[in-house]
Every structure is written in C-alpha cells, then in structure tokens.
C-alpha cells in the first residue's frame, strides 16, 4: 500500500471520527449546523458557535472545517469566529480548519471525481495537456488560487480532485494560500461588522488588499500571457 492510499484511509478515518464524536457530543449538531449555514445570517451563526459555551472555539472549528469538506461558502462561519474570539484567534483556528477541511473534501472528491475524469480526459488532446499542465505546475497554480479570499474554495477542491496535482502539493499549497485568504476575509469581515471601532483599519486592509492582488493578478496575466 502507497504512502497516499494510506493518507487516504487515515483521512476518511478521520471524518469517521469527528463526525461520529460530534454526534455523541451534540446529537443536533448537524440540524443546527445546515439550518445556520442556509441562514446566512452572521448574528446567528455567531450566537450559534457562542452557545456551545466552553467548547465554542471547538465548535467554531468544527463548523468551518465541515463546511470546507462539502464545498460551501465559509465566509460567514470564518467571520463569526473573528467576531467571537477576536482577529487573531479568528484566523487561526478558521486558518487551520479550513485547510484541513479543505484537504479531507480532496480525498474524497479525488476518489469519487478522478476515475470519471480521467475517462472524459483520455478522449481529448487538449484535455490531456490541460491535466499534464496541472501536474507539472499544479503547485504554483493552486498556491495563487487558494491565496484569492472570497474565491469558492469548492471549485478549486474540485479541481484538483480531477487534475494531476499530488496529494503532497495540493496540501502544502492550500496551507500556504490559505493563510493569507482567511486573514484577509476574518479582517474585513470582522472590520465591516464594526466599522464604528475600526473604519481606518478597514480602510487600510482593503487598501492593502487591493495594492496586493492587483499586482500580484497582473504579474501572473503577464507570466501567462509570455508562456502563450
């Protein structure tokens, strides 16, 4: 058995465990968690998290890294946890499950999505290089992609579910990425929610935000423009 069959077989392990242990803890966990997240209200997804008392850091957690797995939006989960435990703790525990998240959902999408995509790609040349591409610079594309905030982070799993990247690039490059995402997103949320205490803050986040991935967006259209 490989090294990443095993990381296979410990992953979905590991969704086996949480998700039987959030049960045993609170067996309405997951009425709740569909009912808060289809709201989109932030004030109840945050009085949510809050009422699990001493284990709200770990339901705020729990819920953001369930919500990576399906593909959903965790722009709401990730902002009530800065809302809640402050920008710093916020980021880093939104950090640190969203890559986990992230990572368990390319497990299982790659087990369900590979074998079919790789029927449809076999057929088409072009499709065949697109996937090779993904292989050889799958690292580096990913990296800039996972490092967009408010980018659906269920299409880019779902995209390298189906491409060639290794398990090993696609981990790091989301570990990375994600750092400077959730950040930004945890900031601007919890900045946007209260403006009245930190507009100047805001203002310069996005200031910054915008100097950033504006520079670094035409970088890479230039870099992709000169490889055509």
């Known amino acids: 058995m490989n090294s990443e069959k095993k990381i296979k077989i410990a992953g979905y392990a590991l969704i086996i465990i949480l998700v039987g242990s959030i049960y045993i803890i609170s067996p309405n966990f997951y009425n709740d968690l569909f ?125 390298g579910a189906i491409s060639k990247i290794s398990l090993k690039d696609y981990s790091l490059s989301s570990l990375i990425g994600k750092l400077p995402a959730t950040a930004l997103e945890v900031m601007i949320g919890h900045d946007i929610f209260t403006y009245n205490q930190n507009l100047n803050r805001l203002a310069i986040v996005i200031a910054i935000s915008v100097i950033v991935y504006g520079g670094l967006w035409f970088f890479n259209k230039k870099y992709i423009n000169g490889k055509k």
Do not use: C, Q
């Open 35 to 159: 009912r808060v997240i289809l709201s989109g209200d932030m004030k109840e997804i945050a009085a949510y998290i809050d009422s699990f008392g001493n284990l709200a850091i770990f339901f705020g957690f729990m819920l953001v890294l369930l919500i990576n797995i399906v593909g959903l939006p965790s722009i709401f989960a990730i902002t009530a946890n800065g809302l809640l435990f402050g920008p710093a703790i916020g980021i880093i525990i939104s950090w640190i499950a969203e890559t986990v998240g992230v990572i368990l959902g390319f497990l299982l999408m790659r087990t369900i999505l590979r074998p079919s995509a790789e029927k449809l790609i076999h057929k088409s040349t072009r499709l065949s290089k697109i996937d090779d591409l993904s292989g050889k610079n799958g690292f580096k594309l990913m990296l800039v992609l996972r490092s967009l905030p408010y980018f659906p982070s269920g299409v880019l799993t779902a995209f």
